[in-house]
């Protein structure tokens, strides 16, 4: 539907609905109640001419990510950044904080053709992704990074997560833990469900069944995984090793082990997936699963230019997995009694 057409259903005129659009204070507050429930009502995206836009392209592409803090995701974008100015684009970074709804807000707003290609790694929240089906249907590149799904038929970059998780528990039980804890991010998230099943190998393997009890599913909610964690840590069967799927809740096993005088690694010995520099610098240092965050960025970036440029190719099934590396310091190190 052409601004013109959807004009013609409330009898204004197009120029009319382009104010209201933009949110000109020209038009009355009636009118554009009229223009914006019908927009809403029938999914109007505001830009009549997103064909002819992509076609001679914006020269922009959108980054979705649920966060900047994370270390992972800032080092992606570094990766991200080099190739869109090697190839004259700019980036604008959209921020989902983990919600589901800002998600699905977010791309519906990039229904309107303002960029020529999606990088997206999806939230936590969600677990229903047609909105990613729906700007493929509007002909628009995604390509899905480090948080990607299976349902999506598009390109996607991500780590080893099955191995990664494998190795890091293997490494605690090389390191003398018996009794080995998983904090999980994520339920449903692709990622976290491979690095589960890597913890679980790893268990398997040494002929150790796996105790759910062990096993603590977080949230984007850190006071109550601080309350998780902390009980965990209190009961009378405690764990001596815990593999972390997430930088931000090693560091709250940090704090939690302060408070409980649970000394890392004499008590207690955890590897954690980081990207963080100060891993090293922590009090004990952090050993690490850490990912090739840069490189992914510019993995994800170089296809996602490849799906833009070459539009006739088929990269729907280009599936990229990247190696993560172990980096072993004072937080697992086996002590030995004189």
Known sequence: MTIKEFAKLLNISAATVSKVLN????????????????????????????????RNKNKTIAIVIPEIANNFFSKAIDGIEMIAQQKGYHSLIYLTHESFT??????????????????????????????FNDLLEK???????????????TAKITTDDFHAGYMATKHLLDSGCKKVGFLAFSEVAYACRKRKEGYMEALKEQNIEVDDSLIVNCSNDMITNFSMINNLLKKKKKVDGLFSSAENLAILTYQICS??????????KIVSFSNMPMASYL???????????????????????????????NYKDVFTEMKSNLFVRNSTKRLFLK
Do not use: W, Y
Not at 36 to 54: G, H, I, K, T, V
Not at 259 to 268: S, V, W, Y
């Open 23 to 54: 949110d000109s204070h020209e038009i009355s507050a009636v009118t554009k109640k009229r223009v914006l429930d019908l927009a809403e009502e029938l999914n109007f995206q505001p830009n009549p001419n997103a064909s002819s836009l992509r």
């Open 283 to 313: 009090s004990p240092s952090l050993s690490t699963i850490t990912q090739p965050a840069f490189e992914m960025g510019k993995e994800a970036a170089t296809m996602l230019f490849l799906s833009i440029e070459k539009p006739r190719n």
């Open 139 to 153: 002909n628009l590149p995604i390509v899905l990074f480090d948080r990607v799904c299976e349902e999506i038929q």
């Open 259 to 268: 408070e409980l005088a649970i000394n890392i690694p004499k008590d207690l």
């Open 102 to 131: 800002k998600e699905l807000g977010i791309v519906k707003h990039l229904m309107n053709g303002r960029v020529d290609g999606v990088l997206a790694s999806v939230s936590l929240e969600t677990t229903d992704f047609s909105h």
